[in-house]
């Protein structure tokens, strides 16, 4: 079995960068800890990746953006839209490059890292964190290629860019309390999203907080046909719901009114609440009240924490959670 970096860095008691730099002639490691690192690959028949080595000692000028998503959906919204301008500004900035990557499919998100690894076309990535198998970032960590996330994953810990998902929706809820909603449905996507977990936290502590026993929360896939298949149980479970809560917002937003509708729910007596914010909700003429997301911000400080490790320095904190702003309409 092949040795890795990491192995060799739990054998010298040492970090993964320091034998990065000790193997690759870098600076930053000592004349007696790069000697002894060195003495230690050789009697443990170390063969370095071609591709790790060739990120060591070349830049290609480019930086990967990976969406979560396949492209007909990542690429129709206007959350990664905005996010991919923003970072594609702060890439020109630093004179690099901007590789959008998406995998085929929501099942296969490992390919394009494989690509990447492969043809060593990039000198580092952004990640949309949400669908991310621990052993994908592992795949990254032992080739060497400096990686951010947008968003968190449940599973994995590493340096991020998210917003207050919890807060936001406790404020967005709590507001539609106050404007005297009292049976609100929350229809969220998968589960296993950290972000869904979050956002359904914060429409339960609003709900505790003002001491309204009713709790009805109900998951999804952002398909049209399971989202379509989801509101009409909820319109069934449902009868007397006063207003819908969902954690996301564009076509996934415009499928559910388009069922409230067709069920003869009248939309102006009807509270709609959503965790995202688009100009076209100005034109829908409903009372709804969304959380807006500062998608120009959250692009462009994740460029900035994969430009800090390109730089090879280390960015000051692990997960920086940025504030957003309720809109009422």
């Not at 008691?13 to 230690?40: C, M, P």
């Not at 990664?80 to 970072?87: Q, R």
């Not at 067709?262 to 965790?275: A, P, R, Y």
Request: glycine content about 6%; hydrophobic content about 40%.
């Amino acid at each position: 079995m092949k040795l890795t970096i990491n192995e060799i860095a739990e054998i010298a008691h040492v970090a993964k960068s320091t034998v990065s730099k000790a193997l690759n002639g870098q600076k930053g490691v000592s004349d007696e800890k790069r000697k002894q690192i060195l003495e230690l690959a050789e009697q443990l028949q170390y063969e370095p990746s071609a591709s790790a080595q060739a990120l060591a000692f070349s830049k290609t000028g480019t930086i990967g953006l990976l969406l979560p998503h396949e492209a007909g959906y990542s690429l129709s919204g206007a959350y990664w839209s905005a996010i991919i301008t923003s970072v594609a500004q702060a890439a020109n900035a630093h004179s690099y490059s901007l590789m959008i990557l998406t995998p085929s499919s929501d099942d296969d998100i490992s390919a394009p890292v494989e690509t990447v690894i492969r043809r060593r076309n990039v000198d580092g990535l952004i990640i949309g964190a949400e669908q991310l198998d621990p052993a994908i970032t592992s795949r990254l960590i032992e080739e060497e290629i400096p990686f951010v996330f947008i968003g968190r994953n449940a599973q994995i810990q590493h340096y991020s860019v998210d917003v207050d998902n919890k807060g936001g929706s406790d404020r967005l809820v709590s507001h539609m309390i106050g404007e005297g909603y009292r049976k609100i449905v929350c229809l969220s996507g998968p589960a296993s999203y950290l972000y869904t977990q979050e956002r359904v936290e914060g429409y339960r502590s609003a709900l505790a907080r003002a001491g309204i026993a009713w709790n009805a929360v109900e998951y999804t896939s952002y398909s049209i046909e399971a989202t379509r298949d989801m509101m009409a149980r909820i319109i069934s479970l449902y009868p007397d719901m006063d207003a819908l809560y969902v954690t996301a917002g564009g076509d996934f937003l415009l499928d559910c009114i388009d069922l409230l509708r067709l069920s003869g729910i009248n939309l102006h007596k009807f509270g709609i609440g959503t965790f995202d914010d688009y100009r076209f909700f100005d034109y829908l003429s409903l009372p709804i009240c969304t959380i807006r997301q500062p998608l120009k911000e959250i692009g462009s400080k994740a460029a900035e924490l994969l430009f800090t490790f390109l730089s090879g320095s280390v960015p000051e904190q692990m997960n920086y959670i940025l504030d957003v702003d309720l809109v009422l309409r």
